[in-house]
């Protein structure tokens, strides 16, 4: 089966980052009240950035990400920001859903990711 590797993070009852099988989880949001989409969602992706790095893979390794945002509405934003940290190369472009959710107060988008590390 595998051992499963966990990274803890700083609420109770969850982790940060969860590997196994070759395959790595992680969620980040932004922890920055009063900033609007753009903002958390270079300090949410900058977030995940760091925890691949702690596992030894870049955003070139994600397959799939779910992006759960407050407002919709505000989607336009948000892929402006989504798109220049994916940048032009279509190849490393992971599968991508975005939807309406009701988030922790002061949250706008929270974004899940799976990634390969093998």
Known sequence: MGD???WQGQAKGRNRIVEHGGIVYTVATA?????????QTKLALAAIDENLAD????KTRI??????MED??????MDEV???????DWHNWPQRACVGAKLA??????????AAKV
Do not use: H, M, Y
């Open 55 to 58: 596992v030894g893979i870049d």
């Open 72 to 77: 919709i509405g505000q989607k336009p934003a």
């Open 82 to 88: 989504w798109c220049d940290w994916a940048g032009d």
């Open 31 to 39: 922890g920055a009240p009063g900033r609007n989409i753009r903002e």
């Open 63 to 68: 397959v799939s990400a779910q992006i759960f």
């Open 4 to 6: 499963i590797k966990r």
């Open 105 to 114: 107060p002061n949250t706008l988008v929270e974004i899940v990711i799976t």
